[in-house]
Nanobody, 125 residues
Framework: QLQLVESGGGLVQPGGSLRLSCVAS????????IGWFRQAPGKEREFVSA????????YYADSVKGRFTISRDNAKNTVYLQMNSLKPEDTANYYC??????????????????WGQGTQVTVSS
């Protein structure tokens, strides 16, 4: 069974940091581009970041550029999202998603075939 599991969320004060992990089971991530999306209550899902299969290309939403860093360790079948300088507006449920197609569009949710269940990030004092 193909599965993505996110972890690393939690409660953090403004200005703090968290590192999210996305672990794949049932398949190897080597052949998949990975994206991170988030959804806050009452808001639409939005793109956060994405990374190509090799890790050679990364993409970021303007709202997180310079604060978040995406990386991958294919040997561990894991993709990470390092989040620094967190703001209250970063509060959301964060999801990772995987896609193997060469027609992958990094910031388009419909491009992704597999999704995790999400991990909650709350930024509050």
């Amino acid at each position: 069974q193909l599965q993505l599991v996110e972890s690393g969320g939690g409660l953090v004060q403004p200005g703090g940091s968290l590192r999210l992990s996305c672990v794949a089971s049932g398949f190897t991530l080597d052949y998949y581009a990975i994206g991170w999306f988030r959804q806050a209550p009452g808001k639409e899902r939005e793109f956060v970041s994405a990374i190509s299969r090799s890790g050679g290309k990364t993409y970021y939403a303007d709202s997180v550029k310079g604060r978040f860093t995406i990386s991958r360790d294919n040997a561990k079948n894991t993709v990470y999202l390092q989040m620094n300088s967190l703001k209250p507006e970063d509060t959301a449920n964060y999801y990772c998603a995987a896609e193997s197609s060469i027609l992958w569009v990094p910031d388009r949710g419909s491009s992704y075939d597999y999704w995790g269940q999400g991990t909650q990030v709350t930024v509050s004092s």
